[in-house]
Antibody, heavy 123, light 107 residues
Framework: EVQLVESGGGLVEPGGSLRLSCAASGFTFSDAWMTWVRQAPGKGLEWVGRIKSKSDGGTTDYAAPVKGRFTVSRDDSKNTLYLQMNSLKTEDTAVYYC??????????????WGQGTLVTVSS | DIQMTQSPSSLSASVGDRVTITCRASQGISNGLGWYQQKPGKAPKRLIYVASSLQSGVPSRFSGSGSGTEFTLTITSLQPEDFATYYCLQHNTYPWTFGQGTKVEVK
């Protein structure tokens, strides 16, 4: 059974930092391109950033609102994805989802989501 | 960045109705589009990928069509469990972008 379990959310003051983790199981994590998606309260979905598999270069891409402040990384030995969030703003308040968003594993285009973790940026 | 314009933003429908939701891309994205369903408090669930391929396990009343800049999600006979919010996602060009969502409500 595929599982993506996020942790690390919570309350942080504006300007602060937070690191989210996502523990993956049930699929070959090292082969998957992994993505963070967020959803502000009562709002729509927003693509945040993606990291390729190491075999595909391990490179990252980010949405404009988080570029330069957020960093996606991975530890394939631990089957874990990370999102380092710095210089947090109130508008970063959202549920953050760890996903294998529309990624190809073997010959299959899969789409896995975690349950989400809430990050609240407030003083 | 590619902008995805989804319409309508909400609609009211009855069980058995045919429902159509549209997404327009600000530039061509070939068939790089997916459709997602989200219910309150839950993670989204993919319904359609590469514009028209039905996700395994998703009922056949859901279908997707389109290519280039205009795409459509159709629900042929709305069921009680289909009242939810639907999003399109363009996955052709980074950064990927979602439409703003369509809430399907009970009429």
């Amino acid at each position: 059974e595929v599982q993506l379990v996020e942790s690390g959310g919570g309350l942080v003051e504006p300007g602060g930092s937070l690191r989210l983790s996502c523990a993956a199981s049930g699929f070959t994590f090292s082969d998957a391109w992994m993505t963070w998606v967020r959803q502000a309260p009562g709002k729509g979905l927003e693509w945040v950033g993606r990291i390729k598999s190491k075999s595909d270069g391990g490179t990252t891409d980010y949405a404009a609102p988080v570029k330069g402040r957020f960093t996606v990384s991975r530890d394939d030995s631990k089957n874990t994805l990370y999102l380092q969030m710095n210089s947090l703003k109130t508008e970063d308040t959202a549920v953050y989802y760890c996903t294998a968003l529309n990624t190809i594993l073997g010959a299959t285009r899969v789409d896995y989501w975690g349950q989400g973790t809430l990050v609240t940026v407030s003083s | 960045d590619i902008q995805m314009t989804q319409s309508p933003s909400s609609l009211s429908a009855s069980v058995g109705d045919r429902v159509t939701i549209t997404c327009r891309a600000s530039q061509g994205i070939s068939n790089g589009l997916g459709w997602y369903q989200q219910k309150p408090g839950k993670a989204p669930k993919r319904l359609i990928y590469v514009a028209s391929s039905l996700q395994s396990g998703v009922p056949s009343r859901f279908s997707g069509s389109g290519s280039g800049t205009e795409f459509t999600l159709t629900i042929t006979s709305l069921q009680p469990e289909d009242f939810a919010t639907y999003y399109c996602l363009q996955h052709n060009t980074y950064p990927w972008t979602f439409g703003q969502g369509t809430k399907v409500e009970v009429k």
